[in-house]
Every structure is written in structure tokens, then in C-alpha cells.
């Protein structure tokens, strides 16, 4: 297939917003594809050469991109770069300067899927010394042969940065439609652009079926090619491959220990709920290999966990899911996230850290054992498998601590020790549930102390606009670092009302803070710090814009804290640090 035809794909998906639209294109597409282009088109439209779980990077700079433009064009690297300014794309500037270029020479030979495909993978291989020089003449290749709007997607594929806004959920009901289009009916009615499905119950399944496929697969090359070929039955079929990561279970919060018993139904399995990082063990006999839930794989900076594994699991081949939770060394008590956090992102002097921080593996659920996929089995029985699989050695491997019940109060006092010894609190799991790769369902709950209100000072406001002029309405609220220095979190101006009988007001938040006004200039003020207020969030995020490295989603005053609070009393950086990380999902 010429790569034109599948620009022009990746034109229509960019030219709309609609979602349905979206999913209409590329499944139309799809349907007409033969079956030896399919793998290659699926990674392309997702912008990509490899597959998600596949960590190889094409590796190439926009600089180098540049300069392959300009070899291959014969343009300016002055001229590209001023395009690239203007238009903030480099895939655009490739575009303009390709357009100038084929007016003067008119003939180009076609490029093909498979040769864009083929070159883009070698880009990867290239290293050592040499390959900057070699890549540029792989894209510059590529850039000779490219019409216009091919130069524009080949440079934005490269730079892996497509922007055509596909999601997986789009890719994936576009799967749904392209192969199960006559068992389930859909049309989009035009007038306002909805989607009626003929059969409901059949769509959902089909739709459960290529996400369940991907869980495992991770890759929607495979996932398509198999719908194409082999169906609904086919999809289901997917075996587990050890090596190969795969998307791990999610949990649902509650809010305490009826609802989760309700939710999982009883009798209930209630684990400790480690605050360490999720790691899949996958072991291949001696090769054994280690993956965060995002598939990264980390083996290499786990050399302690590895040499355990070797040791003390005794399946041939297995993948396990674990939690692997950072120990004081002295007091085998488990350590917060920060410490653990230092070891992920570590690529050298990795004993010597390992040292410092050691870690122990908190084994809780076993999906695959010696060539048996057990993701279909009840939980009971794969942790009775896993129990016979993990031979325990304190402080390096063990069973997540549990207890099997019925009863809320037995959940509430081993939420109680499960704080006591320092973790986050429990997850509390249905006995006869199979292992939904990827899916947040309710077959696993977790529990927690709820997120906690911050209480923050306020060290700057801004005068209102219009009707609000005469008030200060936006505060800065800063946290406190350990050294008592005030760093800001963010901006608040929601939750307090226009009339003072309906709560904390406008005015009243401005002749509070009219006296401590330090300094003006335009519409702000600097205050000193002394009104303290208690904020509910939707989120802690890390962010550039302010000195705290954090801010809040949908910050929103709670209540007036400065009776209750002294300044000294602020929730504390580190603490916002803490609840950063137990909020990672
Ligand atoms: P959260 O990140 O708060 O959504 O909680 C889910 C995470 O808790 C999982 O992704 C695991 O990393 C972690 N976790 C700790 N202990 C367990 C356990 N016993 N079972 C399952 N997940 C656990």
C-alpha cells in the first residue's frame, strides 16, 4: 500500500475532534486492509514502530531531523528553522519546504507503508559510532521519495509525536467495528452524531473481547490481526507468554469496610496494602525479568530482588504480582515510597544503593505457573498455588500478610494493625474472582485513610474583577519545607461565597488580609503569612509553575483553620510528598 493513502487517513483524523468520527475513519479503513499490511498500519496510525510493552526508541532528535530535511530538500537549515517557529511543527516546516522542492523537480518515487515502516525500524537499531550520520540518511531517504504530507507525518512519526488524537479506547472499538460490523449493527446518526447499536449485548462483548486481548497482548497489531483472522474466539484465546509484561489488575476505592465487603462479596481476602511500587515478576527458568505496571522493565536496578527470586520461587517459569516495598534495615520496618522511588530511577551504582535501601518482594497473586495460564482461576486457588510456589525468607521475599473473613470488625482491626506496621492500610479481594488483566473491577477494593484535607497559608492574593473588584478573591497558599521556608502550592478562589450569611465570604477573606498586605503591584498582593486554610483537592500533581514542585487539581477552601492552627502547624512539603505517591494508581 502507497504511505500516501494512509496520510490521508491521518488527515481526516486530524481535521476532526468527534470522537465516533474518529472511530468511523479508522474502522472503515481497517476493514479493507490486507492482512500483511494491518500489523504495520495499527503501530503507524498509533504513531508508532513498536509496540507499547516494547521499550526500543527510535532514538532521534529534532536537531537531526532538521538536518536530514535539509539534505534532502536542498532548503536552508536557517529556512526550516524559521518555518518550525512559526508553525511550531516540525512535521509542518518539513511539509512547506518539501512543497517548495516538488514544484521544482515534479518527479518523486512513491513510498510505500512498508518501506516508511522498514526504514523507521532501522532508525532504532542504528547505535555506536556512526549512527547519527547513518540515521540522517535513512530519514533524508525517506524525505527524497515523500510527497508534501508525507514529509509532515514521517518527521511527526519520528519525533513520536503524531497528533492526530487517537486513544487505545478509539483504536480498540474501532477493532469492534471493523471485523464484528455485521453480528452487531451501528450506524451513527448524522443529526446528532450518536451511535445506535443494533445489538447492545453483543457489542459489549465484542468491545470486552479485543480489550481483554490487548490487556494480555499489549499491542493492537496483533489484537487486529487476530480479530481479522480468528474472531471472537480467537481474541479469547490469548495466552499468556512469560517474558512479555502484561497489564495489571486495578483496584476500586472505598470508603470502609462494609462497602468493600459488599462490593467483593464475603468471604473476603484482606491483604496489607504495601506502599511500595507494583512489580510483575516474569521467570523463564533462569531469565528472569522484572516489570513496573507501566511495562518498564527494571530488572536491571533490582539486582537483590532478582538473586531472591532465583532462590526462592520454585516454578520452572511463573509470573507473579507483587508490591516491592523498601525495609529499614535495622528495624525490618517497611520504609515510605520515597525510598524505594530512588531505586527505580537509579541506572548506576546500582549495588551500592541496593545496599542502602534494601527491599523486600510482597508476593500477592500468581498468574501463571510452570506452562499453566491461571488468570481463569478463582483467587483462592491461584494464592493456594502461590503458597506452594514462594519458599519465605524474611526481609526479602513473602506472602502478603492476610486473613480471610466475613466480618467487618475483624476488616477494621486488621486495618488498624495494617497502619500500625506502616502501611497504607488494606485490599480486601474476592475469593472467586479470576485475574481481569487491566481491569479496575470490583474483584479487588482497596482501603485507605481517606485523602486528607491540606491546611495551607495564605502568602498572596489578587484583587478581584467587576463586581468583585472591591474584594481580594484568588489566594496563593503555600505548604512549608523544613527549613520554615513558605513554598507555594497553588491558587484557590473556589468554595467561598459572595454573601457572608452563606458562609466564609469574599469580604471577610479581604479584611482578614487588608492588614497583612506586604506589598501591590497591578492587581496582586504579597501577604504575610498567618491565615491558614483548610483545602480539599481532587489530585496532587508535580508541577513546574510553583517553588513547592506540587499543585492541586480543583483546589477548594474547606474552612478557615487560623483558630485551630498556628503557621507553624501547615501541612508540611514532605507530607505532600507522601501523599503524592500513595495517590499513584
Ligand atoms: P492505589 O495505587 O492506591 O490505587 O492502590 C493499588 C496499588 O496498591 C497496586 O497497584 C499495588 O501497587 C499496591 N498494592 C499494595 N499491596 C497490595 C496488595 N496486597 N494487593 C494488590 N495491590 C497491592
Known amino acids: 500500500m502507497n504511505y500516501l493513502a494512509l496520510t490521508t487517513i491521518y488527515e481526516r483524523l486530524e481535521s476532526t475532534a468527534k470522537r465516533l468520527e474518529k472511530i468511523q475513519v479508522i474502522a472503515e479503513f481497517l476493514k479493507e486492509l490486507p492482512q500483511k499490511d494491518l500489523a504495520p498500519i495499527v503501530l503507524l496510525l498509533q504513531g508508532r514502530v513498536f509496540p507499547i510493552w516494547d521499550e526500543t526508541k527510535l532514538g532521534v532528535a529534532s536537531k537531526l531531523v532538521l538536518s536530514a530535511i535539509a539534505k534532502a530538500t536542498g532548503a536552508g537549515k536557517d529556512a526550516i528553522m524559521l518555518q518550525w517557529k512559526k508553525t511550531g511543527d516540525l512535521g509542518i516546516a518539513a511539509q512547506n519546504v518539501v512543497e517548495k522542492k516538488t514544484q521544482?523537480?515534479?518527479?518523486?518515487?512513491?513510498?510505500?507503508?512498508?518501506?516508511?515502516?522498514?526504514?523507521?525500524?532501522?532508525?532504532?537499531?542504528?547505535?555506536?559510532?556512526?549512527?547519527?550520520?547513518?540515521k540522517q540518511e535513512l530519514i533524508a531517504e525517506l524525505l527524497t521519495s515523500a510527497k508534501p504530507q508525507e514529509a509532515r507525518y514521517i518527521v511527526r512519526t519520528i519525533l513520536e509525536?503524531?497528533?492526530?488524537?487517537?486513544?487505545?479506547?478509539?483504536?480498540?472499538?474501532?477493532?469492534?467495528?471493523?471485523?464484528?460490523?455485521?453480528?452487531?449493527d451501528i450506524q451513527i446518526k448524522e443529526k446528532d452524531n450518536s451511535l445506535e447499536i443494533g445489538n447492545r449485548e453483543e457489542y459489549n462483548a465484542c468491545v470486552d473481547a479485543v480489550q481483554q486481548a490487548y490487556n494480555i497482548t499489549n499491542d493492537f497489531s496483533v489484537v487486529a490481526a487476530i480479530a481479522k483472522e480468528s474472531g471472537l474466539k480467537g481474541l479469547l484465546g490469548q495466552e499468556l507468554v512469560v517474558g512479555k509484561p502484561i497489564k495489571v489488575m486495578l483496584a476500586l476505592k472505598v470508603n470502609d469496610a462494609k462497602e468493600a465487603l459488599e462490593r467483593v462479596g464475603t468471604p473476603a481476602q484482606a491483604e496489607y496494602k504495601l506502599d511500595g511500587f507494583r512489580i510483575q515478576i516474569h521467570k523463564l527458568k533462569e531469565k528472569i525479568t522484572l516489570y513496573t505496571r507501566r511495562l518498564e522493565d527494571v530488572t536491571a536496578q533490582f539486582p537483590d530482588a532478582v538473586k531472591t527470586i532465583a532462590e526462592q520461587v520454585k516454578a520452572e517459569s511463573c509470573i507473579l504480582d507483587a508490591e516491592v516495598v523498601g525495609i529499614d534495615k535495622k528495624t525490618g520496618k517497611y520504609l515510605p515510597f520515597q525510598s524505594i522511588s530512588q531505586r527505580i530511577k537509579r541506572k548506576y551504582?546500582?549495588?551500592?544503593?541496593?545496599?542502602?535501601?534494601?527491599?523486600?518482594?510482597n508476593v500477592f497473586d500468581l498468574l501463571y505457573a510452570n506452562g499453566k495460564n491461571l488468570i481463569q482461576q478463582p483467587f483462592k486457588e491461584r494464592r493456594a498455588i502461590l503458597e506452594k510456589t514462594i519458599k519465605e525468607k524474611p526481609k526479602s521475599i513473602q506472602l502478603v500478610r492476610h486473613i480471610i473473613t466475613e466480618k467487618e470488625p475483624d476488616i477494621n482491626s486488621f486495618f488498624k494493625q495494617a497502619l500500625k506496621e506502616g502501611t497504607e492500610g488494606l485490599m480486601i479481594k474476592n475469593l472467586e474472582s479470576p485475574y481481569k488483566p487491566g481491569a479496575r473491577v470490583g474483584y479487588m477494593v482497596k482501603l485507605k485513610e481517606t485523602m486528607e484535607n491540606l491546611d495551607l497559608v495564605i502568602t498572596g492574593a489578587e484583587w478581584g474583577e467587576g463586581k468583585r473588584s472591591a474584594w481580594l478573591s484568588s489566594f496563593v497558599i503555600s505548604c512549608m519545607d523544613e527549613d520554615g521556608n513558605f513554598l507555594e502550592i497553588g491558587k484557590v478562589s473556589t468554595g467561598f461565597k459572595e454573601k457572608e450569611e452563606e458562609g466564609l465570604?469574599?469580604?471577610?477573606?479581604?479584611?482578614?488580609?487588608k492588614p497583612l498586605i506586604i506589598s501591590e503591584k497591578n492587581k496582586e498582593a504579597k501577604v504575610k503569612p498567618a491565615i491558614i486554610l483548610e483545602?480539599?483537592?481532587?489530585?496532587?500533581?508535580?508541577?513546574?509553575?510553583?517553588?513547592?514542585?506540587?499543585?492541586?487539581?480543583?483546589?477548594?477552601?474547606?474552612?478557615?483553620?487560623?483558630?485551630?492552627?498556628?503557621v507553624d502547624d501547615i501541612t508540611p512539603l514532605n507530607y505532600i510528598e507522601e501523599?503524592?505517591?500513595?495517590?499513584?494508581?
Not at 497528533?163 to 474501532?174: F, K, P, T, Y
Not at 501523599?579 to 494508581?585: D, F
Open 104 to 134: 521544482a523537480t515534479l518527479f518523486s518515487e512513491s513510498l510505500s507503508v512498508q518501506k516508511v515502516f522498514t526504514n523507521l525500524k532501522k532508525l532504532a537499531q542504528m547505535q555506536g559510532s556512526g549512527a547519527t550520520e547513518r
Open 161 to 184: 509525536d503524531l497528533r492526530v488524537g487517537i486513544g487505545e479506547g478509539s483504536l480498540r472499538d474501532a477493532i469492534v467495528w471493523a471485523y464484528f460490523d455485521d453480528k452487531i
Open 349 to 361: 551504582n546500582i549495588d551500592e544503593v541496593a545496599k542502602k535501601f534494601p527491599v523486600e518482594l
Open 505 to 513: 465570604s469574599f469580604k471577610e477573606m479581604t479584611e482578614l488580609l
Open 535 to 566: 483545602v480539599a483537592y481532587e489530585e496532587i500533581q508535580k508541577s513546574n509553575t510553583y517553588p513547592s514542585g506540587f499543585a492541586l487539581r480543583f483546589p477548594r477552601v474547606v474552612r478557615l483553620r487560623s483558630d485551630e492552627r498556628n
Open 579 to 585: 501523599l503524592y505517591h500513595s495517590q499513584k494508581m
